[in-house]
């Protein structure tokens, strides 16, 4: 077992699951959200500045029980937790490749494409990686014909 | 604070920090990697068959303590642990998005692209989306110019 301590939280205008997204690119147009550190993790930040995404990662600490294989809402076949992106998983731990617009009056980091409840504890910042992180020839499985992304 | 808990084990070909590549595309060619699922977890995989990529999440439980600013080994400014991939992060959860190739006779996911020492705790298996992980266009700030990927 090991320990994830939040690092800060989320700001985004959801607060409720059921009012989310099922994912951050399908709110048209996208809103801002605010990603807050504590004040010891700030100096972080350094050299951030001149990423345009970055990859967030947020304890969902407002899913349910993980089940192993359930029915998604977009689905009508069982589906194992590991190829999806359900919330409810061994270790509910949420991502996503943000947008990122800079640095805001209050030291906050301003974002779009998140997904989450508001309030939502923040664990970790990672910078989005082209070179590593992107594979535009991806095959989606059985998510093929879904989840077409807005614009 | 929350806990996360080991859902398998991942096995590479590097036995100490000091072997592993600085990232998993830099080995030419990338070997194969296993990620094995603990008995209790493995009915989570139904339906990931047809994905060519996987985003997995594990525990670097051998990165020594956070830095919030640092000098990278390729770098002669300090930066911010946010603005790099560093393992020594305040919570120390690694990220590859990785070539999956199916599964063994073992149930073992064979992946390639994977940067961890043999032995890492695996916490999450996600499915790679290109239309929401994928940002062909993203800039990679002081890291513009390093990172190539090969081939």
Redesign the interface.
Known sequence: ???????GVLHTPWHSTSECPR???RADPPPLCHAELLAE?R???????????L?L?Y?L?RAGEPE??FKPPFDD?????????TPR???P?G???VKFEGIDAQGRLMVR?LDCVDGT?L??????????????????????NR???PG
């Open positions: 077992m090991f320990t994830v301590r939040p690092i994912n951050g690119r993790f100096d972080g930040l350094h050299s951030i500045e001149g990423y345009s995404h990859i990662l304890w600490d192993m294989v076949q069982p589906r194992g937790v590991f190829a999806t992106r998983r061994p270790n731990i991502l996503s490749v494409y504890p664990i970790d910042i990672k910078p989005y990686l082209r070179t590593t992180d992107c594979e535009p020839e991806a095959s989606m499985g059985f998510q093929a989840a077409p992304r």
